[in-house]
């Protein structure tokens, strides 16, 4: 029996441990790697602007914008034209949605050129939709697969470097599911496999909804189990885990639910869930809002960011309403708001980045007019 420190023979110094990465182009994943740390720059997070024109709708139709892809490109136009210094200095990467991929400025400049020159790095959203998973009570999957790799080719031909597929779950007495979450982890993980295969780095979005009235404690346990599913599935399809960024919503109580957790107590939880989970080899965890107000979603991030224990991974922001709401409300689709609805949407990106270094300075409320919304 060998002890530690015994030498090893010449011939077992010659065999080449056998990994699943064994097969990895080591191109490939220095440059999954290289995506993913040029995302993840401390201070930094990522703009979600991947809503759908069907998304938009309800969100234009409060405050008076016409649903129109006109509207829609002067939207995105207002929101990535505001002071490069500053926008570069807390946004490192913008969700796409496909229609915006393809979009181009009032100046005849495309969207991902415009980002590509402010240092931002373009992603897109890949998955089509969430639908009906047949055999269960009411819970969902998600399509895109089909033709997955073809479009994951064309996008990094067309200048995306990552991608973010989303499946959602729901909590009650009976959901979810084992089938539910095995069927989205498995979506999850070819997804995954699909687009490291064609050069973009995966952000992976389980995201464990929360409109019910369960307690803080139920959400944990929910968390565990969903991540520990999610994580197996994703070791059992050989994902290169250091080349994929992981986008889950903070353990939080229901909606409904009338007690109030502290920022702290929320740090502690989703804290403790991704310590019992989540791989050390994973670079980066980018939380979702999951409907938060905007001051809850950066003072609850700056609480995580600065919580004390061992924390492995990079952690930062990949919010869409909590930075973009406010600056929407001012804007309202008039040209003359421009100005005044970048400088709120700064003063939001802002915030944002002082919580993801858990160095958020005051309550966490802006004062730029418009911010805030509840």
């Given at each position: 029996m060998k002890r530690i420190g015994d030498k090893c023979s010449c011939k077992e110094k010659l065999v080449s441990p056998v990994t699943k990465y064994a097969e990895l182009n080591p191109a490939l994943c220095a440059e999954l790697r290289k995506i993913a740390d040029t995302i993840l720059v401390p201070g930094k997070g990522l703009m979600a602007c991947d809503e759908s024109p069907t998304s938009l709708n309800s969100r234009f139709e409060e405050f008076g914008i016409e649903n129109t892809e006109t509207q829609r490109r002067d939207y995105r136009q207002m929101l990535f034209t505001a002071d490069e210094s500053q926008l570069t200095k807390y946004i490192s990467g913008v969700i796409l949605h496909p229609e915006t991929v393809y979009q181009k400025t009032t100046e005849g400049i495309s969207f991902v050129e415009l980002l590509q020159q402010k240092n931002i790095l373009p992603g897109?959203?890949?998955?089509?939709?969430?639908v009906d998973l047949f055999g269960t009570n009411d819970e969902k999957t998600t399509e895109g697969l089909d033709n997955l790799q073809e479009r994951c080719i064309q996008y990094?031909?067309?200048?995306?470097?990552?991608?973010?597929?989303?499946?959602?779950?729901?909590?009650?007495?009976?959901?979810?599911?084992?089938?539910?979450?095995?069927?989205?982890?498995?979506?999850?993980?070819?997804?995954?496999?699909?687009?490291?295969?064609?050069?973009?780095?995966?952000?992976?979005?389980?995201?464990?909804?929360?409109p019910g009235d369960y307690g803080i404690n139920k959400a944990l346990e929910v968390h565990e189990e969903v991540m520990s599913i999610l994580f197996r599935t994703l070791n059992e399809h050989h994902v290169y885990l250091e080349g994929a960024i992981l986008k889950p919503a903070m353990v939080l109580s229901g909606i409904k639910n009338t007690t109030n957790?502290?920022?702290?107590?929320?740090?502690?939880?989703?804290?403790?869930?991704?310590?019992?989970?989540?791989?050390?080899?994973?670079?980066?965890?980018?939380?979702?809002?999951?409907?938060?107000?905007?001051?809850?979603?950066?003072?609850?991030?700056?609480a995580i960011c600065s919580y004390e224990g061992k924390i492995p991974w990079k952690l930062t922001f990949c919010y869409g309403r909590a930075i973009q709401n406010a600056a929407m409300k001012v804007w309202q689709g008039q040209p003359g708001n421009v100005q005044e609805a970048q400088t709120v949407l700064l003063e939001r990106t802002r915030l944002?980045?002082?919580?993801?270094?858990?160095?958020?300075?005051?309550?966490?409320?802006?004062?730029?007019?418009?911010?805030?919304p509840q």
């Open positions: 897109v959203k890949v998955d089509t939709g969430l990094k031909r067309d200048g995306c470097h990552f991608t973010k597929w989303r499946c959602t779950y729901t909590i009650s007495d009976n959901t979810p599911s084992q089938m539910a979450m095995n069927t989205n982890a498995n979506v999850l993980a070819r997804y995954a496999t699909i687009c490291q295969s064609a050069r973009l780095v995966p952000i992976i979005e389980p995201e464990i909804l929360n957790c502290t920022p702290q107590i929320v740090a502690e939880s989703t804290v403790t869930g991704l310590q019992r989970t989540v791989p050390p080899a994973v670079p980066g965890v980018v939380f979702l809002s999951g409907g938060q107000s905007d001051t809850e979603s950066v003072t609850n991030l700056n944002c980045s002082e919580a993801a270094l858990g160095k958020l300075t005051g309550d966490g409320v802006c004062t730029k007019k418009g911010q805030n």
